[in-house]
């Protein structure tokens, strides 16, 4: 199925460049391993290097690279947990400025796992309304 069609929800709420980064590494990835699930991680992993998921869309980034520690370990290697989209390996100003724009209580109290794991929740909450 070539990636326009498979477009998930977040990403026909977020940029052309998002969509299009998205689709390209997908649609190579269908030609090397085939329609799946393997094909939907690659995208989501190029897609991360550049965006991150702010409430329901993703947004670029002001830096381009890894997102997360499992990002950076790279493929074949034992999965990690993830931060769902969430640029972990940005400052804590910067998540401390994404709490904000999600309205997330308590954050200037918070220290930046925590900040991280408000986000994945508030993220998780918007792209649920979103799907209704």
């Not at 995208?43 to 947004?59: I, R, T």
Request: aromatic share 4%.
């Amino acid at each position: 199925m070539p990636g326009r069609e498979a477009l998930p929800g977040t990403l026909k709420r977020s940029s052309k460049k998002a969509q299009d980064t998205w689709v390209k590494t997908h649609d190579s990835a269908v030609e090397t391993y085939g329609e799946g699930r393997r094909a939907h991680q690659t995208a989501y992993a190029s897609l991360k290097h550049s965006f991150e998921k702010v409430g329901d869309h993703w947004e670029e980034k002001g830096r381009k690279g890894p997102s997360d520690k499992q990002a950076a370990r790279g493929a074949g290697r034992k999965p990690t947990k993830t931060a769902g989209g969430v640029d972990a390996s940005a400052s804590k100003q910067h998540l401390y400025d994404v709490a904000k724009q999600l309205d997330i209580k308590g954050r200037s109290s918070m220290n930046k796992n925590e900040l991280v794991k408000a986000i994945q929740k508030a993220n998780n909450r918007e792209t649920a309304k979103a799907r209704r």
